[in-house]
């Protein structure tokens, strides 16, 4: 069994920063690609930022520039570092990663429980 665990969520005022933290844990082969999505209600959740094993990175127009991810392969953790915040950042931010478990041959995406964001004006 995967679980990854978010942490660092909470409320920030504008232009502040805060820093999200996922750590994978359980039966893990390899990861390949991590991420963190967001959403706010009645969206759909939408891509924040990816990074493969090999430290490509990919990041939403809304964010380049302000947000920053980034990988400890070591630890199987990934980080996003959000500075500048905006109102408009609001929303529960999800942990996603692609990896190869113990009990598969097939990559699978997983989830984080999901951390709040509320940026105040």
């Known amino acids: 069994q995967v679980q990854l665990v978010e942490s660092g969520g909470g409320l920030v005022q504008a232009g502040e920063s805060r820093k999200l933290s996922c750590a994978a844990s359980?039966?893990?082969?390899?990861?390949?690609?991590m991420g963190w999505y967001r959403q706010t209600p009645g969206k759909q959740r939408d891509v924040v930022a990816t990074?493969?094993?090999?430290?490509?990175?990919n990041y939403a127009d809304s964010v380049k520039g302000r947000f920053t991810i980034s990988r400890d392969n070591a630890k199987n953790t990934v980080y996003l570092q959000m500075n500048s915040l905006k109102p408009e950042d609001t929303a529960v931010y999800y942990c996603?990663?692609?990896?190869?478990?113990?009990?598969?041959?097939?990559?699978?995406?997983?989830w984080g429980q999901g951390t709040q964001v509320t940026v105040s004006s």
């Open positions: 996603y990663a692609w990896l190869l478990s113990g009990a598969t041959m097939i990559p699978t995406d997983y």
């Open positions: 359980g039966n893990i082969r390899r990861i390949i690609v």
């Open positions: 990074i493969t094993n090999g430290d490509s990175t």
